[in-house]
Structures are given as structure tokens and as C-alpha cells.
């Protein structure tokens, strides 16, 4: 299996601008997972879901901020509009519910909004 | 709620030497799992080794194993045989079938193996 796959694995945008980020989870898993990491807040979980169905999104930070499944091997994290302070690496992740909490993570976005 | 604690923001060792990394945790649950996640500059989250409850015998994958101690809650992590390319920010993480399958993180360890 190519484990999860995100793109892009870099993103310069402008202030301003829609980004969507992607995500491809590992066929079979039943679980994905969106997490954003910057030097000041660590890793954080935005959005999860469970077969296609988002079940927590309390860590999205603002309305800014989308997730969707239509399926169950693609996953899209949409800011817009994106601002400064959204410059961070997002990561997605997925396990399937017999894993016990094993989670496999993507290689991350690198997102930088000018 | 669940509350992992790594309280060693650095660590640094000597190429070929032993380290071990602290992490503590606060939880009612019973039955649940824990995870050392190693994160290197390549930035991928890679997991290293994980834990059940359970099972009283201690994790072991190769160079890195575990001291897991569930009456206490401490559960470290033993980097034998350091190499370079163990050089990575780890964080503990921590999972229970009650947690609506999300890991509770750790602020992670910066470990550095210096030649």
C-alpha cells in the first residue's frame, strides 16, 4: 500500500486566496483525520471522520475552515479566505476501528500564506 | 478527559548510547493504548512502538522498547544503540475505546544524537 498520500506538499498562497488541501487515506481504513502543526499550538486535531461522516469538527478554528469526504479514499481541507496566521504544516491521517487508535499519517502540507 | 505530559522539551545523546524519554498520563479509563511517535525534519509522523494496557510485558521493536507502568501512569521509551537517524521530535500519544478514536498527543521531546 502507498499509505496516505496528501497534496500538495507545499503551498505559497497570498492572503486572501482559497486553498484546498487533499488527502487520500489508506484503502480499508474507516477513519481520517485532519491535524495542523505550528511551533506555538503543537499538533492539533481540526476534523475527524468515520466512514465518510465527520463526527468531531470542535477543533476547526473558524468558519474559514471546511472539511469533506464524499468518499472513502479522498478528503479535502478548504480555508478561505486564507490569512497569515493559517501558515502551518497539516497533516492527514487514517486508521480503520480494529487498530486499536493506530493512526497512519501522511507526509503533510506545507502551507505558507503570504 | 485524557492528559499526556512529556516534560523533557530536549534531550540530547551521544551516537551509540542509551536515552530515554519520559512521557505521563492522566486517564479513568481501563482499558486503552499508548504510542511513541517519532517525527524526524523530514516532518513525517512515523510511529515507533505502541503499548495495550493489558498486557503487563513491555513493548520491544528492535532498538526501542518500552517501561510501561500502569499504576503509576508512566509510560518511557528506551532508544538503545543511538544512531543519527534517530534525531526527531517524539510524542507520546495515548488512545481508549472511549476517546471517539481520537489520540491525545503529547508536546513531544526534541532528541538530538550528536556524533
Known amino acids: 500500500d502507498a499509505g496516505v498520500i496528501q497534496s500538495p506538499r507545499h503551498e505559497v498562497t497570498e492572503m486572501g486566496q482559497e486553498v484546498t488541501l487533499r488527502c487520500k487515506p489508506i484503502s480499508g481504513h474507516d477513519y481520517l483525520f485532519w491535524y495542523r502543526q505550528t511551533m506555538m499550538r503543537g499538533l492539533e486535531l481540526l476534523i475527524y471522520?468515520?466512514?465518510?461522516?465527520?463526527?468531531?469538527d470542535s477543533g476547526m478554528p473558524e468558519d474559514r475552515f471546511s472539511a469533506k469526504m464524499p468518499n472513502a479514499s479522498f478528503s479535502t481541507l478548504k480555508i478561505q479566505p486564507s490569512e497569515p496566521r493559517d501558515s502551518a504544516v497539516y497533516f492527514c491521517a487514517s486508521s480503520y476501528s480494529g487498530g486499536a487508535g493506530e493512526q497512519y499519517f501522511g507526509p503533510g502540507t506545507r502551507l505558507t500564506v503570504t | 478527559a485524557q492528559t499526556v505530559t512529556q516534560s523533557q522539551p530536549e534531550m540530547s545523546v551521544q551516537e551509540a548510547e542509551t536515552v530515554t524519554l519520559s512521557c505521563t498520563y492522566d486517564t479513568s479509563e481501563n482499558n486503552y493504548y499508548l504510542f511513541w511517535y517519532k517525527q524526524p525534519p523530514s516532518r513525517q509522523m512515523i510511529l515507533v512502538i505502541r503499548q495495550e494496557a493489558y498486557k503487563q510485558q513491555n513493548a520491544t521493536e528492535n532498538r526501542f522498547s518500552v517501561n510501561f507502568q500502569k499504576a503509576t501512569k508512566s509510560f518511557s521509551l528506551k532508544i538503545s544503540d543511538s544512531q543519527l537517524g534517530d534525531t526527531a521530535m517524539y510524542f507520546c500519544a495515548f488512545w481508549a475505546w472511549g476517546s471517539g478514536s481520537r489520540l491525545t498527543f503529547g508536546e513531544g521531546t526534541q532528541l538530538t544524537v550528536n556524533p
Open positions: 471522520f468515520n466512514n465518510n461522516v465527520p463526527i468531531d
